[in-house]
């Protein structure tokens, strides 16, 4: 019998009879490849997460507003609704919201890291390592909020705080040793000594940023040489 290749090479001898190619099970015709359709025609990975990072900020921005605002109280669908995606694209990345809290979490750890390695560069160790400090001070603010959250996943791994605190007291040598080296805070103050007073402004109760800058003030102005 003849196979269906004959045949198309036989219509192909009658004149004026179109040729009509096989599809192949790739669906790109035999001899001709076909035109990409839309879902073809992708975005460019570089775009796509460019995209994916600038919603994973505004979701993160919103989760710590909606904490700071409701405490326990703030839900998914808030948190979503004020970052401008989908409830559902929070579950699906983050599973729950004991799940958004720990990436927030670690989120502002490496703001904190990245922070101090953007001001390292600066002419004004003193104003670097002021602006490093409240930044810290506004975190310690978001953290308490998500407290409940939080609590919990550090009583199941409480390397979990400790590594972030000596992360936090790594970035902060960075600017706190440039204001040592231009002789405006004291020699003798360490990372670690300067983040237990400042873990200290961040009092239970209400949050109070008024009175958690003026708290960070206070630390600092403490550790300047005369």
């Keep these: 019998a003849a196979t269906h290749r004959d045949r198309t090479r036989a219509q192909s001898a009658i004149p004026g009879r179109p040729v009509i190619a096989g599809r192949s099970k790739l669906g ?52 979503a609704r004020r970052a401008g995606v989908g409830v559902g694209t929070l579950y699906r990345a983050f599973g729950n919201r004991s799940g958004l ?46 407290i409940g959250e939080l ?11 400790h590594n972030s605190r000596l992360r936090a007291a790594e970035a902060l040598e960075v600017v706190l040793s440039a204001a040592r080296e231009a002789g405006c805070v004291r020699k003798d103050v360490l990372a670690t000594d300067l983040i237990m007073l400042l873990n200290s402004a961040a009092s239970p109760g209400p949050a109070d940023p008024e009175r958690d800058d003026r708290l960070i003030g206070i630390i600092l102005d403490g550790i300047r040489r005369c």
């Design 151 to 161: 609590q919990p996943l550090f009583e199941r791994d409480p390397a979990l705080l």
């Design 28 to 79: 790109v015709f035999q001899g001709h490849r076909m035109p990409a359709t839309k879902s073809q025609r992708r975005t460019p990975p570089t775009l796509v997460r460019a995209d994916a990072k600038r919603n994973r900020r505004r979701i993160f921005e919103a989760a710590k507003a909606c904490f700071a605002e409701s405490g326990a109280g703030a839900g998914m669908e808030d948190i």
């Design 101 to 146: 809290a720990e990436a927030v979490f670690h989120d502002m750890v490496e703001e904190l890291v990245h922070a101090a390695s953007q001001l390292a560069a600066s002419k004004d160790p003193c104003l670097a390592l002021n602006m490093w400090a409240h930044e810290y001070g506004r975190q310690l603010a978001s953290k308490r909020a998500m």
